[in-house]
C-alpha cells in the first residue's frame, strides 16, 4: 500500500508532505489470484500509434503490456531492470556495462539478445521521440549475446534513470521488426509488427473501437518485488480488452451499466455515485497531474522579484485547492515536483516561502515598484485542473491591491498566447509525468524554450550535479537546493497535485494505487 501526506490545520500545511494516510484502493495482494477471464477497460485516451519510442503520447498502461525496457522505476522512481538483470559502470563513470536476463523471448517464439537491444537503440537515436537525452552517450558495444557496453563522453550518474523513463521509452523491438520499420513509426494497424517480450501479446486492434491482448503463455518474469512498474508481471487473465471511451461521461456510465470493469481518469465528483452503488468502487491512484502558476519574469510587472514573491507569500494553498473536489482526490505540495521516491522533501525547505501571510504579502507589493499596470491572468476552462483554482487566485490578487483581471481563452489560444510573453502576466499551468531525479530542468524553460530570466548559474550548477554525479547523497542534496532555488526565485508558484479516480467494479481485484495502472497484475472474482 502506497502512502499519501494528510492535509493538516492551514499553518502546518507545508508539513503535509511529510505526513501519511494510506490511500483508499484495491489492492487486495493477501489473496490467491484466479486465473482466467476477460478484463474490460474503459480507457480515457484513444491510440494512432504503437511505437513506444516514436512518440510520447503511446499511453504507459497499454504499452507495457507488450514491451519492456531494459530499464525501468519503482515506487520509489528508482532504477531496476526488467529485460537488464544487473548493471555496473567504471570507476571512471565513462562505461556501463549491462548483462541481459537469459530465457527471454519476443512474442514470436525468438530469443532476445544483444542484438536486439544494440538495434533498438540504434532505432531510437534515429527517430526517439527523447533521443537528444542520449547524446551523452558516445558507443555501444555488443561484448557477447547476453552483455552490452555503453560508452559516455563523461560520467553520467542518470544514465540508468534515463533508461527507465515510460514516455518515448527505450524498450527492445526484435532487430529484424527494427529492419522492417525503417525511419516509420509503428502505426496503430501494424499488429504484425508489435512483437515484444512482454506478458501480454497483441491480438487484434480495430482502430478507435478496440484492442485485445490475450496472454503470453512462454513470457519470463523479472526478478524482485512488483513496485511501481519494476517486478514480476501477473498474468491472471485470459484476455484485456480495451475500449477508448474519452468522454468521461461515457466511460462512467459504462461503469455503471457493467460494461467496463475499469473506467479510467473519471471526474472527482463521481466518487460519492461509485462508493454509493454495491457493483462499483472508487480507487485513487497517487498524484498524476498537479496544478500551478507561472509568472512571466520577462515582460510586465512581474518582473520585479518583490511583486512575485508578494502572491507567494500570500497565497494560501490549501483554499486554492479546496477547489479541486473532494478532499481525498488532492493534496497541498510546494515542491517542483510530486513524486515522493527519491524526491526526499523536507517541509522546511519551503515553509519559509509559503505562509499564506496576507499583510506580509501587501508590504512586498508597497516595497515594489509595481504602479498599477494591468495584470493579466491566462487561464483556459478546458483543463479544469488548472481552472478550478482560478477565482481564489483572482481574488489573492485583488486582494493584494492588484489590478488583475482574468483572461479566459480557449485551448488553442492559450498555447499561441503563452508564447508571446508581452500577452500575459500570470498564468495556470500544470500537467506532469512520472520522472525520476533528473528530470528538473523544464522548470527553467520558457515555452519559446529558452530560460526565465529568474534562472542562473546556480540552477545550471545543481542541474549538472543530479545529471552527472555517481553518489545518490550528493545528488538529492541538490535536488533540495534547487527547490530553494526555485522558491527563492517565486517564479513559479505550486499549488498542488491530483490524485485519479479510477472506477472499478466489485469483481476487479489487484488495482494498484500508483500513479499508473498495472492493468497485467489484475485478475477477476
Known sequence: MSTRPTRLPKRLVLGAVAAVLALGSIAYAQDDPNVGGTLIVGFHASLEVMDVMGVTATRDEIWQMVFEPLVTMNAGLEPVGVLADSWSVSDDGLEWTFALRQGVTFHDGEPMTAADVAASYERLMRIGARRSEFVRITALEVIDEHTVVFRTDEPWGALPETFSMPSGAFVVYPERVVEALGEDLMGITDVELMIGTGPY???????GERLVFTRFEDYTQPHGEASGWAGPRGQYLDEIVVLPIT??????????????????????????????????????REPGRRTYLKMNDKHGPFTDHLLRQAVQIAIDLEEAMFTQGPEESWRVNPFVRYQEGQWMWDGEVMAPYYQADLERGRE??????YDGELIRYLTRPDLPDQYRPTSVVLELLQDLGLNAELMVVDGATFTDVRRDLTGWEIKSAGG?????????????????????????DDWFEQLEIIANELDEDIRREAVLELNRISAEAAGEIWLGDLFSVVGVRDN??????????????????
Not at 501479446?201 to 482502430?207: L, N, R
Not at 509525468?433 to 542562473?456: C, F, H, K, T
Not at 476487479?508 to 472474482?525: A, K, Q, S
Open 201 to 207: 501479446q497483441v491480438e487484434e486492434i480495430v482502430p
Open 364 to 369: 512586498l507589493v508597497a516595497e515594489s515598484t
Open 508 to 525: 476487479v481485484r489487484n488495482i494498484p494505487d500508483w500513479h499508473y495502472m498495472r492493468l497485467f497484475d489484475v485478475w477477476l472474482d
Open 432 to 456: 506532469g509525468s512520472v520522472v525520476p531525479l533528473s528530470y528538473l530542468d523544464a522548470s527553467g524553460i520558457d515555452r519559446n524554450g529558452e530560460p526565465w530570466n529568474w534562472v542562473g
Open 247 to 284: 468522454d468521461e461521461a461515457t466511460r462512467s456510465l459504462a461503469l455503471f451499466a457493467g460494461e467496463v470493469h475499469i473506467a479510467d481518469q473519471l471526474p472527482p465528483e463521481d466518487v460519492v455515485r461509485l462508493d454509493a452503488d454495491p457493483n462499483t468502487v472508487a480507487a485513487y
